[in-house]
T-cell receptor, first 115, second 108 residues
Framework: GAGVSQTPSNKVTEKGKYVELRCDPI?????LYWYRQSLGQGPEFLIY????????DSGLPNDRFFAVRPEGSVSTLKIQRTERGDSAVYLC?????????????FGSGTRLTVV | KNEVEQSPQNLTAQEGEFITINCSYS?????LHWLQQHPGGGIVSLFM?????KKHGRLIATINIQEKHSSLHITASHPRDSAVYIC??????????WGAGTKLIIKP
């Protein structure tokens, strides 16, 4: 597609529920990144995919968070047993290759609110 | 001390003024992003810099790798430039460390 698409744009869920957030990167971009931005803070790194594999998932806060990218394109971030502290904007970005010499394109984010 | 520091945190200016936002960092490898975030909107990458200077329209970005400092300039500022501007430094080949952002308001 023309840009990075994230769905849904807004998600309100009850505490304890399971949610899935989707990221559709630019076609041909092998690298995909998830970040989380809490209110008033800068985004924090969650996970980076190179192709189908999670090359670095060190930013995932705990084992309630999991992400997949089974075919090397669309990625899904999954959050189990959501907590109010999970409320944030979840940002996805992609690039042709990883590294500072390739442009990043960001999606518009998914605003998750846990009530 | 934050690893990526931006100044000022908030900036209000009149339309037409020349704007400078600064970014100093203590970590990272030799490149950084300047990004723009509108309220309620997504993040747009303005520049990725590893050396020297880049210009796009009314936006100019410079970086001094030795001094670990970068600046973003806006010439002939316009109210539509109002946004949060963020400096993000490459910590590894794929991981960015983000500054807290500079909230810019341009008044007509």
């Amino acid at each position: 597609g023309a840009g990075v698409s994230q769905t849904p744009s807004n998600k309100v869920t009850e505490k304890g529920k399971y949610v899935e957030l989707r990221c559709d990167p630019i076609s041909g971009h092998t690298a995909l990144y998830w970040y989380r931005q809490s209110l008033g803070q800068g985004p924090e790194f969650l996970i980076y995919f190179q192709g189908t594999g999670a090359a670095d998932d060190s930013g995932l806060p705990n084992d309630r968070f999991f992400a997949v990218r089974p075919e090397g394109s669309v990625s899904t971030l999954k959050i189990q047993r959501t907590e109010r502290g999970d409320s944030a904007v979840y940002l996805c970005a992609s690039s042709f290759r990883p590294g500072p010499y390739y442009g990043y394109t960001f999606g518009s984010g998914t605003r998750l609110t846990v009530v | 001390k934050n690893e990526v520091e931006q100044s000022p945190q908030n900036l209000t200016a009149q339309e037409g003024e020349f704007i400078t936002i600064n970014c100093s960092y203590s970590v990272g490898i030799s490149a950084l992003h300047w990004l723009q975030q509108h309220p309620g909107g997504g993040i747009v990458s303005l520049f990725m810099l590893s050396s020297g200077k880049k210009k796009h329209g009314r936006l100019i970005a410079t970086i001094n790798i030795q001094e670990k400092h970068s600046s973003l300039h806006i010439t002939a500022s316009h109210p539509r430039d109002s946004a949060v501007y963020i400096c993000a430094v490459f910590y590894s080949n794929y991981q960015l460390i983000w500054g807290a952002g500079t909230k810019l308001i341009i008044k007509p």
